[in-house]
């Protein structure tokens, strides 16, 4: 097993950094040929370290590996050893690759006991592309406009409650507005006791599950007080409400009511035979889209004002923009959020530079040659989405915060630019998310400014699978 390398030997007349060039070369190949299974080179440090190093201080760990053992390198954790690629072109071929090579489903399985087995994360082959074809069409950018206010208003009732010239910690209100716009654009839930129940049910659950997925000899039930027993039984009641949501949906949808929201367009939906989807796929999907939607959006949102604090012109020029579309009105039509064009480049640099899930993995179900190199069946493979943003050779000044890069420009490649990851699995609420923190960000800007806590240090801090902003990305609003 082990296929051949790329070689990086060029023609022509070498100049200096060609030289310095080749000697790395040289010295990394010596580095490859020093790995015993085949596999691409990666760090040898104890498992344990290498899966602790990516779990806590992700970031830097990966850029020492790209550093290192240069764009194709393994991990090697406890039981699992992951084949990271860091180049469009390698990643090209990883998303363009038949679906029956690379299952996404089974490299989310930890995912199961919140998601359920009939969820789109778990799916592969077939039975995938079935579902998703149904679950796509809610998700289309013509459709957003159907959540625009819902989204703007829980936006503002939010923005309403927040203190003034104080210490305030984004990432909390951040989850309490993108959990309400789900539970809202979603499910389908109106305020009012159903709403409250759930949510706090859902914060429960959600709080409990991090730890538990990552370890699996904690998924025993020891009794209500046990961690894996209160997970248990909050995932009962938030499916007893779940379910009892479904039931009212469906009772609207046969008196001929017309609802926006997306589980009674899954309701409506029919598979290619005709089939409509069994309460429990319905029951599963909408915690998949829960499990998906709420917590990235919400970790991208306080990045972003990390950002717009600590550059104040970015965030002038971001202000003007909401200001001058939004103008005065305490509830803007949904349509004055479609075109912010300054503050969508601000949401991608944002997603650029700190993707909120560094890497997405595919397993193989047969070998596979990418980049020249052959990979063995059951390896995970997968596009670090951190190290393509960061490619000196796709982004001019990588680490630079620089929104201008995507002004009336589109990436310099589809897979070089993947924080919403790629091909068949492409997330499906990408246009969802963007109209999100569009509203998000333009109905915070247009009313304060933001700036940053002296003395605090922000810093990549991982909640789950998700790379949030340490300290709860704490600022200080001023009204304007
Ligand atoms: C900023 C916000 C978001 C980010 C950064 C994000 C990122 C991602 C990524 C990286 C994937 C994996 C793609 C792959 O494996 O190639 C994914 C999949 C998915 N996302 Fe998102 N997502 C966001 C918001 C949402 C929202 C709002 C929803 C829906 C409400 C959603 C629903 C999904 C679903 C259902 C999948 C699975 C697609 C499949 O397996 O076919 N996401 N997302």
Known sequence: MGGPFRDGASGGTLGPMQVVDGIRERASRLRRARSSDGLPPGPRLPEVVQLTSWLYRPFPFLTRCRARYGPIFSLRFPRLTIVAFTRPDE???????PTDVMYAGKANENLGPIVGTHSLLLLDGPKHLRERKL?????????????GAAIRDITSDAIARFPIGKRLELHTPMQAITLDVILRTVFGVEEGERFAALRAAIMELTNGFTAIA?????????????????????????????????????????????????????????????AAMSETAIRDELMTLLAAGHETSATVLPWAFHFLATHPEAQARAADEARAALGDASRPDPSAFQKLDYVDAVVKETMRRRPVIAGIGRILTQPFTIGGLGVPKGTLVSPSIYLAHHEPESWPEPRAFDPGRFLGAQPPSPYAYLPFGGGARRCIGLAFAHYEMRIVIASILARFRVHPMRGIDITPERRGVTIAPSHGMPVILERR
């Open 91 to 97: 990643i090209r071929e990883i998303f363009t690759a």
């Open 135 to 147: 679950l796509l069409p809610p998700f289309h950018g013509a459709r957003m406009q159907a959540y």
């Open 214 to 274: 990552m370890v699996p000899w904690l998924q025993k039930d020891l009794g209500p007080r046990s961690p894996w027993g209160r997970f248990v039984r909050a995932r009962d009641r938030v499916d007893a409400l779940l379910y009892a949501q479904i039931a009212e949906r469906r009772r609207a949808l046969e008196r001929g009511e017309a609802h926006t929201d997306i589980l009674s367009m899954l309701l409506a939906a029919r598979y290619d035979d005709g």
